[in-house]
């Protein structure tokens, strides 16, 4: 199991960027795919972002190009850079570990941090 605890959300101007910071404790950390999810007012969690055990990354078509996910894994550390952010970037954004070392959208995060929140004024 990975104990996940995020940081970094805030209130930021459309065009402007946040980084998004997740502490892990755990051994399998550093073998886990981790991610980030975002879920806004009245819709569904959404994937955003993905890196592999191995360094693959991911993204939704909608983050591409402005998002980047990075894992320092001597720290125990995922992040997200977020730049050129919209208003439709607001949400609550979440930390996740898999379950594997490997990513497929099919599958579902056994192991969450607690949301931060986000939001991108126009």
């Known amino acids: 199991q990975v104990q996940l605890v995020p940081s970094g959300g805030g209130l930021v101007q459309a065009g402007g960027s946040l980084i998004l910071s997740c502490a892990a404790s755990?051994?399998?950390?550093?073998?886990?795919?981790v991610g980030w999810f975002r879920q806004a007012p009245g819709k569904e969690r959404e994937f955003v972002s993905a890196?592999?055990?191995?360094?693959?990354?991911y993204y939704s078509e909608s983050v591409k190009g402005r998002f980047t996910i990075s894992r320092d894994n001597g720290k125990n550390m995922m992040y997200l850079q977020m730049n050129s952010l919209k208003p439709e970037d607001t949400a609550v954004y979440y930390c996740?570990?898999?379950?594997?070392?490997?990513?497929?959208?099919?599958?579902?995060?056994?192991?969450w941090g607690q949301g931060t929140q986000v939001t991108v004024s126009s």
């Open positions: 996740a570990s898999y379950a594997t070392s490997y990513y497929s959208p099919a599958f579902d995060p056994p192991d």
């Open positions: 755990g051994r399998a950390f550093m073998t886990n795919a």
């Open positions: 890196i592999t055990s191995g360094g693959d990354r």
